[in-house]
């Protein structure tokens, strides 16, 4: 059983578009986070949901917005994608300040 | 900000060589953890280090915990083909998120 899985591991879209990703855990956990991967490996925290609550909200663009329909969901949506949102997106669920498991990743190309 | 530093960034070993990246805080922090990333893959929880001076082994890893509890490493003997990834420590922050690293990158010749 995947316990973090997230959708579509590859996105490829223009410049402009509007776009989604899902991500589920069955691990239990309360809190649920986004990560974005730089091609530098750079891993920064987006945002983190503690049990539908927004409790971490780094400082991202406004074109980002998470929504959590309850506490094993946490789907990321971006407006009017930009180039310099190409990157690798991590979902991961875990206690906060613990060890956190991550999803296999989202690989965003903006054309 | 809080800042948590990892060197090297790459790092290139010929297979059966020895391996350690260090890893350090600007702050104590409660816990250290490290995760590794396959090429193409995901960051995979390794181990959480919590005393002070504390080390902890898995297999051919050995992980270290500072006595001031602000720097970390990880070193790998005799290291093999299987290894081969980035290697990242994380700690808490006091706003409620994990600081990760720049992470190094180990490639090794076979």
């Known amino acids: 059983d995947t316990a973090v899985s997230q959708t579509p591991k590859y996105l490829v879209t223009q410049m402009g578009n509007d776009k989604s990703i899902k991500c589920e855990q069955n691990?239990?956990?309360?809190?649920m986070y986004w990560y974005k991967q730089d091609s530098k490996k750079f891993l920064k925290i987006m945002f983190s949901?503690?049990?539908?609550?927004?409790?971490i909200n780094e400082t991202v663009p406004n074109r980002f917005s998470p929504k959590s329909p309850d506490k094993a969901h946490l789907n990321l949506h971006i407006n009017s994608l930009e180039l310099g949102d190409s990157a690798v997106y991590f979902c991961?669920?875990?206690?906060?300040?613990?060890?956190?498991?991550f999803g296999d990743g989202t690989r965003l190309s903006i054309l | 900000g809080q800042q948590v530093m990892q060197i090297p960034q790459y790092q290139h070993v010929q297979e059966g060589e020895d391996f350690t990246t260090y890893c350090n805080s600007s702050t104590t922090l409660s816990n250290i953890q490290w995760y590794k990333q396959r090429p193409g893959g995901h960051p995979v929880f390794l181990i959480q280090l919590v005393k002070s001076g504390e080390v902890k082994k898995q297999k051919r890893l050995t992980f270290q915990f500072g006595e001031a509890k602000k720097n970390s490493s990880l070193h790998i003997t005799a290291t093999q083909t299987t290894d081969v990834g980035t290697y990242f420590c994380?700690?808490?922050?006091?706003?409620?998120?994990?600081?990760f690293g720049q992470g190094t990158t180990l490639q090794v010749k076979p």
């Open positions: 691990l239990g956990h309360d809190t």
């Open positions: 991961a669920s875990g206690p906060v300040n613990q060890p956190q498991h």
């Open positions: 994380a700690g808490p922050s006091n706003t409620g998120k994990l600081i």
């Open positions: 949901y503690n049990n539908k609550e927004l409790i």
